[in-house]
């Protein structure tokens, strides 16, 4: 998926947007999962089309939108995830926010995970991504209960 996320990018020029859009959006979403062999969550190509096409922004952001169906992430892959957290990309960090709220991931990801997602809602410049971070917390349910409190006092 990865080098044909990167064949796509080397034609983007020649591609209809819509093709482009869906290329750079799959390793993001639940497309994903479906994979024989799974990719490793990597926020390059994202971040690259950011950096790189910013007239496809927009319409990377539509198509991962929360509700849309979110990649499942391994324990190898919260690394990544938690990169994301810091991305000057904004659809970087809403994705972030959203796939790290797994509670499937475990109590050692957990308290790694739970204070950043509280510092995200408290500090993140988008609204969306603070309000996604406190979903995100919520999923985790009682192991979030201090980053939740302090988020909504």
């Given at each position: ?24 959006a ?41 509700g ?58 988008d ?27």
């Amino acid at each position: 998926m990865k080098a044909a996320t990167a064949n796509v990018l080397d034609k983007i020029d020649r591609l209809l947007r819509e093709v482009v859009v869906s290329a750079v959006a799959a390793p993001y979403t639940s497309f994903r999962n479906q994979a024989v062999a799974v990719p490793r969550l990597d926020y390059r190509p994202l971040r690259d089309v950011n950096e790189r096409w910013p007239a496809y922004v927009p319409a990377l952001a539509e198509e991962l939108k929360p509700g849309r169906g979110y990649c499942d992430i391994t324990i190898d892959e919260v690394d990544e995830a938690i990169r994301g957290l810091a991305s000057p990309h904004v659809v970087i960090r809403r994705h972030a926010v959203c796939i790290l709220g797994e509670r499937r991931l475990g109590a050692t990801v957990a308290r790694r995970v739970l204070p950043l997602l509280g510092q995200t809602v408290s500090q993140d410049p988008d609204a969306i991504v603070r309000r996604l971070a406190l979903l995100s917390l919520l999923w985790w349910r009682k192991d979030s209960q201090r980053w939740t409190q302090t988020a909504m006092a």
